[in-house]
């Protein structure tokens, strides 16, 4: 079993060159085009509600400093992840696909492509929706600032996604062909990071995730919170009820900001928290809802006080 893995799993390592890392050229040129047109790097207007308003796509040394670094410990960190994910993909592939799709067909990249998208949406909006899945991806999420260097802001914890590819090798596709379709995703996903875009064309704005849409998104005001979870498409918010249009500037952040620069607090905070509220929990179902529960879940209180009553 583990020869023939092997064998297998060596052929698929040929093929597989990575399109983030190809891409990274094309990031550092945009994200140093929009810094030069952001003329107010470092000033920001106070909101109605107390919040740094910073300027349209402005830019915050020390706010790019933070996403770059954790953009460049998140290749690291991706890479060991999809060396463990190769090893799972390839075995599922070799052994449990009832068929293997050609890689040189067309059909196979539409599928590949469509796929990673759906199973990013659903992935993603579990994210924002199971608290210990959360933990891994607010990091993202933790900039009041919406531009190029806010893309850079991944998650050192891939664990989620890695699981939820899984359908995609066991329906044939090869295992490369997985992280290289994950690759493009992300990819194009960096664009839809910025201000300087306004809305495209109606036809665009209706298929394809934009920077109107995802801008959405990073907002934390109440309107906007959990919406637009799409990749690349968009059509699968307007399918699930999860779609919403851009009418007004968002206000970008965490509902309850980190206030800090330091990469390991951003990507920590939140496990932190959990275990606080884990040890202070009097209940398992309350350690339960504090992990798998909605982020600001908390015990429904009431309830034993009417059960105590009764």
């Not at 796509?57 to 690291?76: K, P, T």
């Not at 293997?100 to 929706?129: C, K």
């Not at 802001?153 to 090798?169: A, C, D, F, V, Y």
């Not at 798998?292 to 009431?302: L, T």
């Amino acid at each position: 079993m583990w020869e023939t893995l092997l064998h297998s799993w060596g052929s698929l390592l040929e093929p597989l060159q990575d399109p983030v890392a190809l891409a990274i050229p094309a990031f550092l040129l945009f994200l140093i085009l929009e810094w030069t047109a952001a003329r107010a790097l470092e000033h920001v207007e106070p909101g109605p509600d107390g919040r740094a308003r910073p300027p349209r796509g402005g830019y915050e040394a020390r706010d790019a400093r933070a996403s770059i670094s954790m953009g460049l410990v998140s290749i690291a960190t991706s890479a060991m992840w999809k060396i463990l994910a190769l090893v799972g993909y390839a075995a599922i592939w070799v052994y449990l696909a009832p068929w293997h799709l050609p890689a040189d067909a067309w059909y196979t990249w539409v599928i590949l492509l469509v796929g990673v998208d759906l199973l990013f949406y659903w992935y993603h909006r579990i994210a924002h929706r199971v608290r210990i899945v959360w933990a891994t991806h607010q990091a993202h999420h933790s900039s009041e600032y919406f531009n190029f260097a806010t893309a850079l802001r991944q998650k050192w914890n891939n664990s989620g996604e890695i699981l939820m590819w899984i359908p995609l090798p066991l329906i044939g596709i090869p295992p490369w062909m997985v992280f290289v379709g994950f690759s493009v995703n992300l990819v194009y996903q960096f664009f839809v990071h910025t201000e300087r875009v306004g809305t495209l064309p109606r036809p665009i704005e209706f298929v394809f995730n934009t920077p109107s849409h995802h801008r959405v998104h990073h907002g934390c005001d109440p309107d906007y919170l959990d919406r637009n979870y799409a990749g690349m498409f968009i059509v699968w918010d307007r399918m699930f009820g999860t779609f919403r249009a851009e009418t007004h500037r968002p206000t970008y952040g965490l509902t309850k900001p980190v206030g800090t620069y330091n990469i390991w607090d951003l990507q920590t905070h939140e496990y932190r928290a959990i275990a606080r509220d884990w040890r202070s929990a009097s209940s398992w179902r309350d350690k339960l809802g504090y992990t798998f529960g909605p982020p600001g879940w908390v015990p429904d209180r009431s309830a034993t006080v009417s059960a105590s009553r009764s």
